[in-house]
C-alpha cells in the first residue's frame, strides 16, 4: 500500500469513524518517516488532498472549495478524537514542510503559501499554529524571509496573534516563525519596532509558559545581533512620563527581573547571550556614529541597569557550553573598557564565587588545589562535546586572554586591589590559585 493509496482512502471514505480516521493517519505518519515516502507525498502535490481531509472533518469549518480549511474542531461527541487526529495531521503536515525539495515546490507565490498566510488571520488555534510551523519551515533562506515581511508583512500577523490572548498555544509556533523571520539583517529594522518590544516584553512579566519565556528572549536577541536601532528600542522607558517610577525602567529592565524571576537554566543563559549581543553591537556600532551618540547609549545601559553583568557571571561560572562561557568573558572585557562598566562589571566579582572564577581563568588552577584544576566548575567540561583537546585549550586561553584584559581594565577604572594587581602581573607558581583566595577572603572580612 502506498502513501497516495492511504490519503485517497481517507479523502473517499465519508462514513469512517474519528477513531478509524486516526488509525489511517497515524499509519501515513510512519510511511511518512521514510524519503522514499516523502518524495512520492512531495511529487504528487498530496499536501492539499490531506488538507482536505481534514477540513472534512472539522463540521464547524467554513466551505472554501478552492482553500480547503484546515483544523477546525466543531462541536462533535468525538472531539478529543477529533483533536488528536488534528493535532497528528499538523504533525505530518510540519515534518513534510521541513524537507528542501518541499521548498522548491510551494514557493512564496504558490496557492499552499496563500492558503496558510489566510490561516494566520484564521480565529482557530490550531490552524494558527499550523501555518506558523509550515510556513516557518519555508522561512529557510534570506530572499524567501524578506519577500515574507516586505511583500506579505507576515510579521505583522504574527505580531496579531502574540498580541492576542485568546490563543496562547499558538505563541510559541508564532515566536519560532518570527525568529526565522528576523535572521536576514534587512528585517531586523522592520521587525523590530516600539510595538514589537512591547509585545514581546509582556511575556517577561506574565506566568508563561517557560518555553514560551525562553523563546521571546531568543527573539529579541536575534532583533538586536548588529542593529542598533532595536537596541535603543530595548533601552527605552516604560513610561513617557518623567514623574512616572516607570520611567526609569526599561524593557531591558524586564528582562533582568525575567532572569532573576525564572528558574529555567536556558531563559537565563538566553538573556545572558542578549546582554553580550548588545555590547558587541553598541562596539560595532561605535564606529558609524558620532561618539556622543555610542556613549548616550553605554550611559544608558549601565546608568538605569545595575545588574546588568550578572547574567554574564552566570555564563563564565559554569563549564557544560564553553561556548556560551567564551560569549561571556568577551562581552565582560567590552564592558569593562568604560568606567561606568568596569564599576558594573566589579560589582560580580564581590562575590568570592565569582572572583574564583576569574582567578582559576587566568591561572589555570583551582583555588582549592595546588594542581592544575580538573574537577572544579571551569574544566569538569567533556571539551564542549565535540571539540578536540587542541580546540578545547584554544578556547580556554582565549577565555584568559579576554580575563586578563578584564582585570587590566578593573584597575585602570575602578578598582584598587593588591590582589588584582598580583593576579595580573605575579608569578606563575603552585598554589597561586589558592593564596589569591585566601588574600581577597581576607580582603573581604576587612571591608
Same mark, same amino acid.
Given at each position: 500500500?502506498?502513501i497516495? *493509496?492511504?490519503?485517497?482512502?481517507?479523502?473517499r471514505?465519508?462514513?469512517?469513524a474519528?477513531?478509524?480516521?486516526?488509525?489511517?493517519?497515524?499509519?501515513?505518519?510512519?510511511?511518512?518517516?521514510?524519503?522514499?515516502?516523502?518524495?512520492?507525498?512531495?511529487?504528487?502535490?498530496?499536501?492539499?488532498?490531506?488538507?482536505?481531509?481534514?477540513?472534512?472533518?472539522?463540521?464547524?469549518?467554513?466551505?472554501? /472549495?478552492?482553500?480547503?480549511?484546515?483544523?477546525?474542531?466543531?462541536?462533535?461527541?468525538?472531539?478529543?478524537?477529533?483533536?488528536?487526529?488534528?493535532?497528528?495531521?499538523?504533525?505530518?503536515?510540519?515534518?513534510?514542510?521541513?524537507?528542501?525539495?518541499?521548498?522548491? @515546490?510551494?514557493?512564496?507565490?504558490?496557492?499552499?503559501?496563500?492558503?496558510?498566510?489566510?490561516?494566520?488571520? =484564521?480565529?482557530?488555534?490550531?490552524?494558527?499554529?499550523?501555518?506558523?510551523?509550515?510556513?516557518?519551515?519555508?522561512?529557510?533562506?534570506?530572499?524567501?524571509?524578506?519577500?515574507?515581511?516586505?511583500?506579505?508583512?507576515?510579521?505583522?500577523?504574527?505580531?496579531?496573534?502574540?498580541?492576542?490572548?485568546?490563543?496562547?498555544?499558538?505563541?510559541?509556533?508564532?515566536?519560532?516563525?518570527?525568529?526565522? &523571520?528576523?535572521?536576514?539583517a534587512?528585517? @531586523?529594522?522592520?521587525?523590530?519596532?516600539?510595538?514589537?518590544?512591547?509585545?514581546?516584553?509582556?511575556?517577561?512579566?506574565?506566568?508563561?509558559?517557560?518555553q514560551?519565556?525562553?523563546?521571546?528572549v /531568543? &527573539?529579541?536577541?536575534?532583533?538586536?545581533? !548588529?542593529?542598533?536601532?532595536?537596541?535603543?528600542? #530595548?533601552?527605552?522607558?516604560? =513610561?513617557?512620563?518623567?514623574?512616572?517610577?516607570?520611567?526609569?525602567?526599561?524593557?531591558?529592565?524586564?528582562?533582568?527581573? &525575567?532572569?532573576?524571576?525564572?528558574?529555567?537554566?536556558?531563559?537565563?543563559?538566553?538573556?545572558?547571550?542578549?546582554?553580550? +549581543?548588545?555590547?558587541?553591537?553598541?562596539?560595532?556600532?561605535?564606529?558609524g556614529?558620532?561618539?556622543? =551618540?555610542?556613549?548616550?547609549?553605554?550611559?544608558?545601559?549601565?546608568?538605569?541597569?545595575?545588574?546588568?553583568?550578572?547574567?554574564?557571571?552566570m555564563?563564565?561560572?559554569?563549564?557544560?557550553f564553553?561556548?556560551?562561557?567564551?560569549?561571556?568573558?568577551?562581552a &565582560?572585557?567590552?564592558?569593562?573598557?568604560?568606567?561606568?562598566?568596569?564599576?558594573?562589571?566589579?560589582?560580580?566579582?564581590?562575590?568570592?564565587? /565569582?572572583?574564583?572564577?576569574?582567578?582559576?581563568?587566568? +591561572?589555570?588552577?583551582?583555588?582549592?588545589?595546588?594542581?592544575?584544576?580538573?574537577? !572544579? +566548575?571551569?574544566?569538569?567540561?567533556?571539551?564542549?562535546s565535540?571539540?578536540?583537546?587542541?580546540?578545547?585549550?584554544?578556547?580556554?586561553?582565549?577565555?584568559?586572554?579576554?580575563?586578563?584584559?578584564?582585570?587590566?581594565?578593573? #584597575?585602570?577604572?575602578?578598582?584598587?586591589?593588591?590582589?588584582?594587581?598580583?593576579?595580573?602581573?605575579?608569578?606563575?607558581?603552585?598554589?597561586?590559585?589558592?593564596?589569591?583566595? *585566601?588574600?581577597?577572603?581576607?580582603?573581604?572580612?576587612?571591608?
Amino acid at each position: 500500500m502506498s502513501i497516495q *493509496t492511504i490519503i485517497e482512502l481517507l479523502q473517499r471514505n465519508n462514513d469512517l469513524a474519528p477513531d478509524d480516521m486516526l488509525m489511517i493517519v497515524h499509519t501515513a505518519s510512519a510511511f511518512l518517516k521514510h524519503d522514499r515516502f516523502q518524495q512520492h507525498f512531495i511529487e504528487h502535490d498530496l499536501t492539499f488532498t490531506l488538507l482536505d481531509v481534514v477540513y472534512r472533518l472539522s463540521p464547524a469549518s467554513e466551505t472554501q /472549495a478552492s482553500q480547503p480549511d484546515l483544523l477546525s474542531i466543531g462541536q462533535d461527541p468525538d472531539e478529543e478524537i477529533l483533536s488528536s487526529l488534528l493535532k497528528a495531521a499538523t504533525e505530518i503536515l510540519t515534518d513534510i514542510s521541513a524537507i528542501g525539495t518541499f521548498a522548491q @515546490k510551494y514557493t512564496i507565490d504558490s496557492a499552499l503559501v496563500d492558503s496558510l498566510n489566510q490561516w494566520l488571520v =484564521s480565529q482557530q488555534q490550531q490552524k494558527q499554529i499550523c501555518s506558523c510551523l509550515m510556513l516557518g519551515n519555508l522561512a529557510q533562506s534570506d530572499p524567501v524571509c524578506r519577500e515574507m515581511v516586505d511583500r506579505l508583512g507576515l510579521h505583522d500577523r504574527l505580531l496579531d496573534i502574540l498580541e492576542d490572548q485568546r490563543h496562547p498555544q499558538a505563541f510559541y509556533a508564532a515566536l519560532g516563525f518570527l525568529r526565522n &523571520l528576523a535572521l536576514p539583517a534587512e528585517n @531586523k529594522p522592520t521587525i523590530g519596532t516600539q510595538r514589537t518590544v512591547e509585545i514581546i516584553a509582556r511575556f517577561w512579566s506574565q506566568d508563561v509558559n517557560q518555553q514560551i519565556q525562553h523563546a521571546s528572549v /531568543a &527573539l529579541i536577541r536575534q532583533l538586536l545581533n !548588529n542593529c542598533i536601532g532595536n537596541v535603543r528600542w #530595548l533601552l527605552e522607558s516604560l =513610561s513617557p512620563d518623567p514623574e512616572s517610577p516607570a520611567h526609569e525602567k526599561t524593557y531591558m529592565s524586564l528582562l533582568l527581573l &525575567l532572569f532573576g524571576r525564572t528558574d529555567d537554566a536556558a531563559t537565563k543563559f538566553e538573556t545572558g547571550r542578549t546582554v553580550a +549581543t548588545i555590547c558587541r553591537c553598541i562596539s560595532t556600532s561605535a564606529q558609524g556614529l558620532p561618539p556622543e =551618540s555610542t556613549e548616550a547609549i553605554w550611559h544608558r545601559l549601565y546608568g538605569l541597569h545595575h545588574d546588568i553583568a550578572t547574567p554574564l557571571a552566570m555564563m563564565i561560572s559554569q563549564s557544560r557550553f564553553p561556548v556560551l562561557r567564551s560569549e561571556g568573558w568577551f562581552a &565582560l572585557a567590552l564592558m569593562a573598557r568604560s568606567e561606568e562598566g568596569s564599576a558594573a562589571v566589579s560589582e560580580i566579582f564581590q562575590q568570592l564565587e /565569582a572572583f574564583g572564577v576569574l582567578v582559576s581563568t587566568i +591561572t589555570g588552577q583551582s583555588p582549592t588545589s595546588e594542581r592544575p584544576a580538573t574537577g !572544579n +566548575t571551569m574544566s569538569s567540561e567533556s571539551n564542549g562535546s565535540d571539540r578536540s583537546p587542541e580546540q578545547a585549550q584554544k578556547m580556554k586561553d582565549k577565555d584568559r586572554e579576554n580575563a586578563l584584559v578584564l582585570v587590566n581594565e578593573l #584597575l585602570r577604572h575602578t578598582v584598587s586591589s593588591d590582589v588584582l594587581q598580583d593576579l595580573l602581573n605575579g608569578p606563575q607558581s603552585p598554589g597561586r590559585a589558592e593564596e589569591l583566595m *585566601t588574600r581577597a577572603k581576607s580582603e573581604e572580612r576587612q571591608e
